[in-house]
């Protein structure tokens, strides 16, 4: 009998807003999240070991040939891989850009997209900030959200630290998971 009630594939995404926003996960709570983290690979691993197992997209990495060479190099892909349409037809860079004029790229009715933003977006790497060049995990993450970035700075060049963490603790879940598997 299955542990995790049919789904077999899951991803799950911290919320990227204001950090105002009451339901934006706090610093304070990052220990419980790694925590959990944890808790799931061990619960992915065990599930895979009774031949049921579950998925959690975060924990699923290629070693041998990694992610393809945009992600490797600037994360998400929005605004160059990845963009986002309203029902109103407005184009952004992706779904959690929606609403904000500075990052509306067209309009799907109309034909139009900003070339200058796709330009923006194209150009958006991990190489082009300090934090990111000197992390571990730069070349499975590739700099992270963009949209977290700019919700927390104001810039897309600069990683949110927490993110990072956050990021950091599911490669090293994926990666105990990877170990465990091969031996």
């Known amino acids: ?3 995790h009630e049919g789904f077999r594939h899951i991803a799950m995404e911290p919320v990227v807003s204001d950090a105002s926003a009451s339901w934006v996960i706090q610093n304070e709570e990052l220990d419980v999240l790694t925590q959990q983290y944890e808790l799931l690979a061990e619960f ?4 895979r070991q009774r ?12 070693l041998r040939r990694g992610p393809c060479l945009g992600k ?3 994360g998400c892909g929005a605004g160059v891989h990845y963009l986002a349409v309203s029902p109103e037809g407005d184009i952004y860079p ?15 009715f109309a034909g139009e997209l900003n ?5 923006t977006f194209e150009h958006v790497n991990f190489d082009m900030n300090s934090v ?26 600069y990683p949110d630290d927490f993110s990072c963490q956050l990021i950091r603790k599911r490669l090293e879940c994926a990666l105990y998971l990877e170990a465990t598997e091969s031996m």
């Open 115 to 119: 070339s200058d933003l796709t330009h």
């Open 1 to 3: 009998m299955s542990n």
């Open 94 to 108: 992706c779904h959690q850009f929606v609403g904000q004029a500075e990052f509306r790229m067209g309009d799907v």
């Open 72 to 74: 490797r190099l600037s």
């Open 132 to 157: 990111c060049r000197t992390c571990f995990a730069r070349y499975q993450c590739g700099g992270g959200c963009h949209a977290n970035h700019w919700q927390i700075h104001h810039t897309l060049l």
């Open 44 to 47: 992915v691993l065990e599930s």
């Open 51 to 62: 031949k049921d197992p579950l998925y959690f997209h975060h924990f699923d990495i290629d």
